[in-house]
């Protein structure tokens, strides 16, 4: 065999052994610091190139980037209230050296919003449509219209509000343009909060509110981190001075740095607990520092095999990714355990290697081929992840197979377990550790009827509940959130949402260009009098401006001289409405987009995002019902429930496409490799079968699968296809030859499941949701795995082969 050969080659060569790998080493170390890391969970979501941007720039306009303090407020003494929100502003603004909060909202600018209305009249040319004339011609048309409109005017000034009046009638004395200011308001969000003082405060007067922007967006934790406890610091000495007001920091980037704190709490503390029980493990099972550091060693350097080999074609990976090599590395422990555990039984090493290399490498192939089956997935980071973890096993099982065996020492105490069920060490008594883990490997399950008939009822039953499983596809049930963070949440979105039953769904209207004109183009091309009315392209100014000055001339002695006159006639001054005369014989030209910041500061200032390249959008209510006819008609259209749909039917068909394509490539390699459809069926029941007890208990016991956890599925998949391999390679020898090794490939399983437990189980104390999920599928899945490879290959093998006298 050639890995036989290989061992021999390099043991005559030692010099030239340990220079291949040194230069190999150093090489992988080198190309891993070509790579960049990011961290994006929305890399995870099988969704097509298109969909996920349409869910980044939903992102952009939803405000997952807006931060709140909610301040608790005396109903009777809301002035107490804004005297601590001033004293907390003030507080933010001293410790705010780099400016993150400049943006910062405590009251509510009324002197903004009239200037946002001047705007607009004084530049109503750019901002009217053939509908808006049509409206101007019917009234203009009427023979008496300009004089009584006056006087309608004049009872309006007459009004104990009519100095608020008084403006607005100056800019528009006709009711000209009032339509366009009205579907302006619209635009805008309803405001369903109370305003004192100018400060905001909710309905009920329990809470006022101040809001803010991260400049970070949602995903740069770090930096949202000390934008956190810059606001905390400022609570933090309101508090000194206002004991009695409580005030809490809600939103996407305060909800995103508590996950990622609480992330690396829950895993500091489940890898504390784990490696501590690893080892001790280990050292009670080898009783060998040489061997254990040889283990971490070998799956150390597929790490970095798979790091480094990644760099060659790829510029990034994410960190999540990285991260989740811990579990894969669980299936590569494998590889040097049962290496050294067979030394042990074994020891002559190149007896050793001959013996175990065969289903080493077969388990190898199906499970990277399992992994590799990622790789076509819309999900980048699956497709990240289904790379890395085959050049992760790729490159443990090289090093295991190539340099592990001359670095093994017979000498170290390896375990040994003896043909006749005693264990001993080298002549050295075992641990009762080594000693407990040997009983069990001896237990024959296979031969109790009994058991086997619990096991096919339980099948069965099992069988029944598997397709009640469920995919939760809701991003929000695997975030970590305080009881008081979610009570604040489930406050505030009581707040905002809408009161109405309706029927209705918005629709988001995407127009995209590389420069802004080009996409304001676009959007004007698509006729919703949205942001479209309000934000026109070079081009469509020129029309507008066209249309305006066609207007004007039609009506000149109208609005001037007669409407002069009629003014005087009702008693106004010669210059009550000079700023009216300005906005129609004023002289009109296009605009660049800068111009118009006075709406797209204020009013439009979540419609236009800009990345790669300029994304204009407009929304629509739109009838459920109707909601696909429409996105139908209207390009670059999209809803939030139909991508919520979409990433909830992708999930499903990504989890049965792994499911199937893994189950594929495990049996058909397996029969190539075992030249034998019954070796193969052999070593595949009892991963199909553990399969759907996964399936049952999870529906039994309410655990869903998520966007997280479902990644195990590829991973239990290939720590079963080891395992049972493992199991049926030992009936081939002991049936062939006569010489007793299930005991020891039980073992070396029973070890590698029990690190496997340790290593993920110990996530079932974590408090985030998404950790917690992945030990839950943990305890149920390598359960049923290592029971099944225990049990159905020797009953199986024993029944097809053994009555046939094969």
């Known amino acids: 065999m050639v890995h036989c050969k290989l061992y021999d080659f390099f043991n005559k060569h030692v010099l030239l052994r340990r220079s291949v790998l040194l230069t190999l ?290 510029d990034n990976i994410s960190i999540i990714v990285v991260g989740i090599s811990s579990v894969i590395l669980g299936i590569a422990l494998n590889y040097p355990l049962h290496l050294i555990a067979h030394i042990g039984h074994e020891t002559n090493i190149r007896q050793a290697l001959k013996e175990i290399s065969a289903p080493l490498l077969v388990g190898n192939i199906t499970t990277v081929g399992a992994f590799l089956a990622l790789v076509p997935l819309n999900s980048v980071a699956l497709r990240d992840l289904g790379l890395f973890a085959s050049l992760l096993l790729i490159g443990t099982i090289f090093y295991v197979l190539v340099f592990l065996p001359h670095q093994v020492k017979v000498g170290d105490r390896c375990l040994v377990i003896g043909d006749s069920g005693q264990n001993n060490t080298n002549h050295q008594h075992p641990s009762f550790v080594t000693h407990f883990l040997s009983r069990i490997s001896h237990i024959q399950l296979d031969n109790k009827p009994w058991l086997v008939c619990i096991v096919i009822i339980l099948t069965l039953v099992f069988g029944w509940f598997s397709f009640q499983v469920e995919f939760d596809s809701n991003l929000a049930n695997i975030n970590y959130m305080t009881d008081e963070q979610r009570a604040d949440m489930d406050y505030f979105q009581k707040l905002t949402a809408d009161d109405t039953v309706s029927t209705k769904r918005t629709l988001y209207v995407v127009s995209s260009a590389p420069t802004i004109d080009a996409a304001l183009d676009s959007c004007n091309n698509k006729k919703i009098n949205g942001v479209s009315q309000f934000l026109a392209s070079k081009s469509m100014q020129k029309e507008r401006i066209i249309r305006w000055n066609e207007f004007v001339s039609k009506y000149h002695d109208l609005l001037n001289a007669q409407f002069a006159k009629a003014a005087k006639a009702k008693g106004f001054s010669a210059d009550a409405f000079s700023d009216f005369q300005q906005i129609i014989n004023g002289n009109y030209e296009p605009r660049e987009f800068g111009y118009f910041a006075p709406l797209t500061s204020t009013v439009f200032d979540g419609n236009i995002v800009k990345q790669h ?29 139909s991508l919520n749909s979409s990433l909830a039917n992708s999930l499903s068909d990504n989890f049965n496409y792994i499911g199937w394509s893994c189950s594929l490539i ?33 529906a039994i016991l309410g655990i869903k699968f998520n966007i997280v956890n479902v990644i195990l599925a590829t991973f239990i998949f290939g720590q079963g296809d080891d395992y049972t391999i493992f199991m049926t390679e030992g009936c081939i020898y002991e049936h062939k030859t006569g010489k007793p090794i299930l005991a020891s490939y039980k073992h070396s399983i029973l070890l590698s499941a029990i690190i496997m437990f340790i290593g993920i189980g110990t996530l079932i104390v974590a408090k985030h949701p998404a950790l917690h999920s992945l030990a839950e599928i943990t305890i149920v899945g390598m359960s049923s795995v290592v029971f099944m490879s225990w049990l159905i290959p020797p009953l199986l093998f024993r029944l097809i082969y053994k009555k046939k006298g094969e």
Request: aromatic residues 12%; contains cysteine; glycine residues 4%.
């Open 25 to 314: 080493t150093i090489a992988l170390v080198v190309s891993v610091f070509q790579l960049s890391y990011k961290e994006d969970i929305s890399d995870f979501m099988p969704l097509t190139d298109e969909e996920k941007l349409d869910m980044e720039i939903y992102q952009e306009i939803s405000g997952v980037n807006k931060l709140v303090v909610l301040f608790s407020c005396d109903k009777e003494n809301p002035d107490s209230t804004i005297a601590a929100i001033d004293l907390f502003q003030e507080s933010v603004k001293k410790l705010d050296t780099q400016h993150w909060a400049s943006d910062m909202v405590t009251r509510f600018d009324m002197e903004k919003v009239g200037e946002v209305t001047e705007f607009v009249y004084q530049n109503i040319p750019y901002f009217l449509t053939e509908c808006d004339y049509s409206r101007m011609d019917s009234l203009l048309s009427a023979e008496k219209y300009v004089s009584e409109q006056l006087d309608r005017d004049r009872e309006m000034l007459m009004f104990p509000s009519g100095g608020l009046l008084s403006e607005n009638i100056s800019l528009d004395p006709l009711n000209l343009f009032t339509p366009v200011l009205s579907k302006l308001q619209g635009l805008q969000q309803e405001n369903k909060f109370e305003m004192y003082d100018g400060y905001i405060f909710t309905p009920d007067m329990s809470r006022a509110i101040v809001m803010l922007s991260s400049p970070f967006g949602n995903s740069e934790t770090d930096k949202n981190s000390q934008l956190l406890q810059l606001l905390t610091s400022g609570i933090e000495q309101m508090n000194a001075r206002y004991p009695n007001i409580e005030a809490h920091v809600l939103g996407g980037p305060q909800i995103a740095v508590g996950n990622a704190q609480q992330i690396k709490h829950d895993s500091i503390l489940a890898v504390s607990l784990a490696v501590v029980l690893i080892l001790a493990l280990l050292f009670f099972s080898f009783r060998s520092l040489r061997n254990i550091l040889l283990i971490a060693f070998s799956i150390g350097w597929g790490w970095l095999f798979a790091l480094g080999a990644l760099a060659l074609f790829h």
């Open 613 to 641: 390249q300029y994304f204009v959008v407009d929304k629509l209510s739109v009838e459920a019902s109707e909601i696909e006819s429409v996105k139908s008609r209207i390009p670059g259209s999209f809803d939030i429930e």
């Open 666 to 698: 495990v049996f058909f390699f397996l029969w190539f490799s075992f030249r034998k459809l019954g070796l193969a069926i052999i070593s595949f029941v009892p991963m199909a079968i553990s399969w759907v007890w996964i399936l049952g208990l999870m």
